[in-house]
């Protein structure tokens, strides 16, 4: 393994205040590695959507330190995690989370707009970035004329398009079914042969269990367990 995309030392998060007040982490350690899969499952409410949110920089913990490439980055400033996000983070979601206005490049170039890049370079990295996930002939499509497993690539495509050092994916086969689950699954285990890259599932699927390399349990907010898998 490569020495770590990110590190999460301590993390305690509330949600909500006054009597609605709840902790929904509590002291969780994690460290995902360049390099492997890594499964982060456990029942319903037991915080590790929110722990995603942490690590990918859309909630800040209310204590403990998050490191991206050795980098800390709690305390940072709002404009500052914005920009540790979008240069290193790649965010997958069950609900695809597709601008429905915008052809499959499309969708993939925003991604590389945000970061100002020069408009016939991003559409031809997004053109490249979609062949690799097998829609070469689906570059022009909106996503209301792609399948399910079709729009899930299509996100996949745009959160690795900026060469994202961390993949976060939530629930990324919970609206597919078996076939395609399997070839979302293959896509992300592809990007997860790059070392510079690390992969962090959250999921329910116990399917998704040959693909990875290393399986996180969580229950009431901690980590309870973990295990290491052989591939293959």
């Known amino acids: 393994m490569s020495a770590p995309i990110l590190q999460a030392r301590g993390i305690t998060k509330y949600l909500g205040s006054g009597a609605s007040r709840v902790q929904a982490l509590r002291g969780v350690n994690l460290t995902l590695d360049g390099g492997e899969v890594a499964l982060l499952m456990g029942p319903s409410g037991s915080g590790k959507t929110t722990l995603l949110s ?3 920089c859309i909630m800040t913990p209310t204590d403990g ?4 490439l050795g980098n800390t980055i709690s305390g940072a400033r709002p404009g500052d995690l914005a920009r540790f996000r979008r240069d290193h983070i790649g965010f997958v979601f069950q609900s695809y989370h597709l601008f429905p206005t915008l052809n499959a ?27 690799t996930v097998g829609l070469a002939q689906k570059i022009h499509a909106f996503p209301s004329e792609l399948s399910g497993g079709e729009q899930q690539r ?14 976060l994916a939530d629930e990324p086969t919970g609206a597919l079914d078996s076939a395609n689950g399997h070839a979302v ?17 959250v999921t329910h699927d116990q399917r998704l269990i040959p693909f990875a390399t290393r399986i996180i ?11 290491q898998c052989h591939v293959g």
């Open 105 to 131: 490049l499309d969708n993939v170039r925003l991604a590389l707009d945000v970061r100002g890049q020069d408009a016939s370079l991003a559409i031809s990295k997004a053109r490249q970035v979609l062949a």
């Open 154 to 167: 299509v996100a996949i495509a745009r959160a690795i398009v900026g060469d994202a050092r961390a993949i």
């Open 65 to 68: 330190t998050v490191a991206l």
């Open 54 to 56: 942490v690590l990918g």
């Open 185 to 201: 699954m293959t896509i992300l285990s592809r990007i997860a042969q790059d070392f510079s890259r690390g992969v962090l599932v």
């Open 217 to 227: 349990h969580m229950e009431d907010g901690r980590i309870c367990a973990e295990e």
